[in-house]
């Protein structure tokens, strides 16, 4: 323990405050010294300023803790060094004596370390004399830091990069030796032998204070439940309420019934109602405060988690076995993930913490290891380079990546070397994406508790893999970018067209949705909207809520490391027959067409020819995606050959299916969680069809989020036949919004057809490419465009745009810009970043005049006499031509609402002979081609073979651009920093998707700065 902080230690060459070094002496003493180094964190008041009062220490842990005397950080051995010569042995023993008063004789073991440094065995001697006086035991240690002594580099380095200062600068706070590193015992013995007993001291303390950590693990808290019931009871009383609603009488659906007494049952013989219970009152907090939520994952198998309303999918209708989530094996609670809209999930976190109390609840800490670039960032301020330096080198590493592999790079080796040594190494904590721990007993008496550096947040110190081992229950309360852009789509739906949804009365299975899914038009949907993903829609022909269940799963690293990719689409397109790889596996794979697509089938698979039990297919279950799911799943190889082999596999065919198996390690999603998502993916595609101006605002309001920029969004949404408008000092909100295409217009209602809104659809018939696309029939807000928000411009931000807005509905429009500035107070930046977006063109300034008045009023302040400036009459000033708007709406939103950069080359390149991405589309299969367009994305997915996978974006649409290992190379620095690019290669057509193998790239200059999204 840290004693004596003033503040957080980071940035600090030699943390100040004194040590404090404790063991626990057996369970009882562990919870008291996590608790109160939970009471010390929390009593910091931030993240890494502990405060602890050593009386209070004493007073806590007196009989149950083990006092050291530890390194130079220690109370006694500061005494010695700061009392010099003359007076450190008998200020050192006066601090001993203190602690032996404090914590008991018989509880303080003086600590001997030995690094060959020249006080070393000086100071060894003094400590070991004080003990003695006293009747105290002495202990060796080594006062490790690192395992080896080669380590001892890297150590300093980090020590610097902790310190935020380079090596040199380090130089003299940093022990001149590297031996703080676990040595054997039979060279601490030899360090240590004038000392009797020192070093097998450690083996004798470390056996008596030893106790079972498992042993720790606290209850859940009691849910609370009405008098006379018990939590099976309100449990069963709340399933079967929520089944009448969802299912009918027992009469109607006595199959829904019969399969939620069988899960209840489970339930109960498991004793885990309080489980269910918990998130049932979070979900119901959600759904009463209008938070739109929606349980995924193996929770989607339970009925029980259907009729309480955590989940949105029916396990009866799809057949999905509860046995998935909750096998009667099983031990431990289940694990239920909820998604909450993303920007009010702190609302639910905040719930949770007031319900349960700061000392009961606690967010999982997730550990951040080091990565290529960060790796190689603070490695090279370790080593004196600039930060220049350090941005430019941590730019050429491929983050993509878990090593520095790449050689297309001028960092010096020796950066290389020791960035690459550092990898996986723990750099920070963080908190984990959303679990929560409750528990009865304080959770700071099993795991510390330290503030977050985000406000209202404190996190346990451990990760989430500990806290499983140690059978903490998790609640993972995640938060997801796309429920909050339905939730913002459905309020602007519900309050401009008068059309209310929620996502289980869109109309299901609407031929208009599958068909524009069936164009890989999904630009903004959830899941189908990556490259990958639009390449596979017009192959597989979606017709069916199904076939996007698949679709969700189809395209993960399980499935395309399995081999299941192009299986699974020839045979769903009859270019291949449907065969099994063994009789048995037919009733698991049928579905599927023979091809596993799932972590289900994967299980099943094991348990069908490899002959595994439940446990173990549990075992196979959890391998799936962890950090060490290749060696776990490993585990089970030779029993997994063994049940092969009695059912007459070997040899390739053995091979073929435990690599269909060990593939699912780097992940694959279960069927349960695919029908969760598939859900959102129709819903997204539905309201995007019906609402393509609303969605767009609800997209812009959602930000960050998904795998397009607004700028994209909003080129897409243009081509839809969306307008969309600059942000407007008097009709812009806070956010992005509607406004009525004409003003004053008198709305008819809805625009397009009635018919799409009725609920059962006709039945969905085959789809024909050759069909026109038109969405007006289908799209109810067309006498609607997007307005983008003020929130969207540069420097204004969610807080200055509330201020404005706030201010205009209370005082009224603004009558100038000074009247702007005097009302709100906003800065010099903010009125010419407004300026630079038009948002004055209310005053019939342009833009250029704008900025230029802007300087004048920003003169103005709140509390000022009006019209007192040095400023003089603006000069006539020309408009801004239509690139240097493009420029000012680039630079202070992100987004150009009329037109794309693109359209102001076209002409030279229509000349030139450079195709647009509509008439890539076009283009003969195996022609060779230009393609010119600004560069959206850039990917390299780990299962790719190194070859990178670009997005090009016009004002007709995206072009696909593939990048083969050669030509990546000979293009490195164009391919990898250029905005834009003309792009020549050959056309590779399969089905619907168009392709273009590249074999040169070139850099295109615009006028205009765009910004892509690189390999995430």
Not at 210 to 216: C, G, K, P, V
Not at 403 to 423: G, N, Q, R, Y
Request: hydrophobic share 40%; aromatic share 6%.
């Amino acid at each position: 323990m840290s004693l004596e902080l003033t503040g957080p230690q980071n940035g600090v060459a030699d943390p100040e405050g004194s040590h404090l070094l404790v063991l626990a002496d057996g369970q009882e003493g562990y919870h008291i010294l996590a608790g109160e180094i939970t009471e010390g964190q929390l009593a910091g008041g931030e993240k890494g300023r502990p405060v602890y009062d050593l009386e209070r220490l004493a007073a806590k842990g007196r009989d149950h803790w083990l006092i050291l005397t530890g390194c130079r950080k220690g109370l006694v051995r500061q005494a010695l060094e700061l009392g010099g010569h003359a007076e450190g042995p008998a200020a050192a023993g006066r601090e001993l004596d203190r602690l032996t008063g404090l914590f008991g004789k018989d509880r303080v073991v003086v600590e001997l370390i030995d690094h060959h440094l020249p006080a070393d065995t000086t100071r060894n001697r003094i400590l070991a004399g004080l003990a003695a006086d006293r009747g105290l035991p002495v202990v060796a240690t080594n006062n490790v830091h690192y395992a080896t002594p080669a380590q001892h580099k890297l150590a300093a380095a980090l020590a610097a990069v902790r310190a935020r200062r380079d090596l040199d600068t380090m130089d003299g706070w940093l022990p001149p030796s590297g031996m703080a590193f676990l040595r054997s015992g039979q060279e601490m013995a030899f360090r240590f032998r004038r000392y009797d007993g020192a070093v097998a001291r450690s083996v004798t303390l470390a056996d008596q204070l030893a106790f079972d950590l498992a042993r720790a693990k606290p209850k859940l808290p009691l849910r609370d439940v009405p008098e006379g019931e018990t939590p099976m009871s309100w449990l069963r009383h709340l399933t079967f309420e929520g089944a009448a609603k969802r299912y009918g009488t027992r009469g109607q659906r006595p199959d829904a019934y019969e399969r939620l007494e069988r899960e209840l049952a489970v339930i109960e013989e498991k004793e885990f109602p309080g489980y269910f219970l918990i998130v049932e009152d979070i979900v119901r907090y959600a759904h009463d405060n209008g938070i739109l939520c929606q349980g995924r994952g193996s929770a989607a198998n339970s009925a029980v988690c259907y009729a309480l309303g955590i989940t949105a999918v029916d396990s009866i209708l799809y057949d999905l076995p509860f046995e998935r989530f909750l096998a009667t094996t099983r031990t431990e609670e289940p694990d239920i993930d909820v998604d909450f809209d993303s920007d009010r999930r702190e609302e639910v976190i905040q719930h949770v913490y007031r319900k349960y109390g700061r000392r009961n609840a606690a967010q999982v800490a997730n550990v951040i290891s080091y990565r290529p670039k960060s790796a190689v960032r603070d490695m090279a301020k370790a080593l004196g380079y600039s930060v220049g330096q350090q941005d430019a080198w941590s730019k050429q590493v491929d983050g993509w990546s878990p090593e520095i592999t790449s050689t297309e790079h001028d960092i010096p080796p020796k950066v290389v070397a020791m960035a690459t040594e550092l990898l996986k190494f723990p750099r920070h904590l963080g908190i984990h994406s959303g679990g929560m721990v409750l528990t009865e007993r304080p959770v700071g008496e099993v795991v510390p508790i330290e503030h977050a550096r985000m406000e209202n947040r404190t996190v346990l110190q451990w990760d989430k893999d500990d806290c499983a081992w140690m059978g903490l229950v998790k609640f993972d309360l995640l938060g997801l970018g796309m429920l909050a852009a339905l939730q913002y789509c459905m309020e602007l739906v519900r309050e401009h067209i008068g059309e209310s949804w929620l996502l289980h009365t869109i109309p299901k299975e609407e031929a208009g949705v599958y068909d524009q899914l069936c164009r890989a038009d999904s630009v903004g949907v959830f899941q189908v909207e990556s490259r990958a993903q639009m390449a596979t829609l017009p192959r597989l022909k979606p017709r069916r809520f199904y076939d996007l269940v698949t679709e969700i799963a189809l395209i993960r690293p399980g499935p395309i490391q399995g081999g299941a990719v192009h299986p699974y689409i020839r045979r769903r397109t009859g270019e291949e027959p449907i065969t099994y790889l063994h009789p048995k596996l037919r009733p698991v794979l049928e579905r599927t067409m023979g091809v596993p697509l799932f972590q289900e089938q994967l299980m099943q698979m094991a348990m069908a020819v490899g002959e595994i039990d439940g446990d173990e297919a549990d075992l196979l279950r959890r391998a799936m995606g962890s950090k060490r799911g290749i060696e776990r799943i490993s585990s089970l190889k030779d029993k997994l050959y063994a049940g092969m082999a009695r059912n007459g596999i070997a040899g390739d065919l053995a091979d073929e299916i435990y690599d269909k198996i060990e593939a699912f390690a780097n992940f694959g999603f279960a069927e349960s969680h695919s029908i969760s998502f598939a859900l959102l993916v129709y819903s997204s595609t539905w309201l995007r069809l019906h609402y393509p101006a609303a969605f767009l605002a609800a997209l812009l309001r959602a930000q960050p989020m998904g795998f397009y920029s607004p700028q994209s969004l909003v080129a897409d949404a243009r081509r839809h036949g969306v307008e969309v408008r600059r942000p407007h000092l008097h009709l812009s909100g806070v956010d992005a919004g509607l406004e009525q295409l004409v003003d004053g217009q008198e709305l008819t209602g809805p625009t397009g057809s009635p018919a799409c809104l009725k609920d059962p659809q006709p039945l969905v018939g085959p789809f024909d490419p050759k069909a026109p696309s038109d969405t007006t029939v289908h799209r109810r807000d067309g006498v609607f465009s997007v307005r983008l928000g003020l929130s969207e411009v540069r420097t204004i931000g969610d807080k200055g745009a509330k201020l404005i807005v706030e201010e205009r509905e209370r005082g009224g429009p603004f009558t100038e810009m000074a009247d702007l500035v005097r009302r709100t107070g906003i800065t010099a930046a903010q009125v010419e970043a407004l300026a630079t977006a038009g948002a004055f063109d209310c005053f019939g300034l342009d833009r250029r005049q704008a900025l230029w008045e802007a300087g004048r009023a920003a003169e103005e302040r709140p509390g000022q006499l009006a019209g007192i400036t040095a400023a003089g009459p603006p000069p006539t000033l020309p408009g801004m031509s239509d690139i240097e708007a493009d420029m000012a709406d680039l630079w202070s939103t992100s987004i150009t609402t009329t037109s794309h950069p693109m359209q102001r080359v076209r002409e030279r390149l229509r000349a030139e002979g450079i195709l647009s991405a509509a008439q890539l589309r076009e283009a003969p299969n195996g022609a060779r081609v230009r393609v010119a367009g600004v560069v959206t994305h850039r990917q390299r997915p780990a299962t790719a073979s190194g070859v990178t996978f670009m997005n090009l974006e016009d004002e007709t649409g995206m072009a696909n651009i593939v990048i083969t290992v050669g030509c990546w190379h000979r293009h490195a620095t164009v391919a990898r920093t250029a905005g834009a690019l003309i792009i020549r290669g050959r056309v590779e057509r399969a089905g619907e998707v168009t392709n273009l193998s590249a074999d040169h790239l070139e850099r295109l200059p615009l006028a205009a700065k765009t910004a892509s999204r690189d390999f995430r």
